[in-house]
């Protein structure tokens, strides 16, 4: 995301061309630039943003709000990445079955009946093309509840 990006997006929002945008815009410009928080998210961003007297947001404090996001974003993926290398002992780019089962299991803990049950059950929600893999991006919505 380049700062060219940021000051177009700003641009097109400040439709009127008074150097100010709403806190409603600030989030439009989240989705514009495809980042997409959530309402808990959205509220916090509004709370926290500097305003003119007008009650308008500037094209600064709108750059540090979308940088200050994008970093954020950029650090949750080192930390999804992380968590995919965990599971994914053979380093296919994908979660297998098996892969699954050996770092579910706990080393104090029987495998039951009811653990493969629901092995099978969070496996095929995160498999969603039912290719009998999961990939990087199915891994992230179903096991860290976020959307690539």
Not at 7 to 12: G, H, I, L, V
Not at 116 to 144: I, M, Q, T
């Amino acid at each position: 995301m380049s700062e060219k990006d940021i000051r177009e997006t700003f641009d097109r929002l400040d439709q009127n061309k008074t150097k100010g945008i709403t806190p409603n815009d600030v989030i439009k410009g989240l989705h514009m630039l495809l980042y997409h928080p959530t309402d808990l998210e959205e509220a916090d961003i509004k709370h926290n943003l500097c305003m003119t007297e007008d009650g308008l947001v500037t094209y600064e404090e709108f750059e540090s709000v979308i940088s200050s996001w994008i970093k954020g974003v950029s650090y949750e993926s080192q930390l999804f990445m992380e968590a995919f290398t965990k599971v994914d002992k053979d380093n296919s780019g994908y979660i297998d079955k098996d892969e699954l089962r050996t770092w579910l299991k706990r080393k104090d803990h029987e495998w039951t009946t009811e653990d493969e049950e629901d092995l099978n059950d969070l496996f095929n929600d995160a498999d969603v093309n039912h290719n009998g893999k999961v990939e990087y991006s199915e891994f992230v919505k179903a096991f860290c509840g976020e959307e690539l």
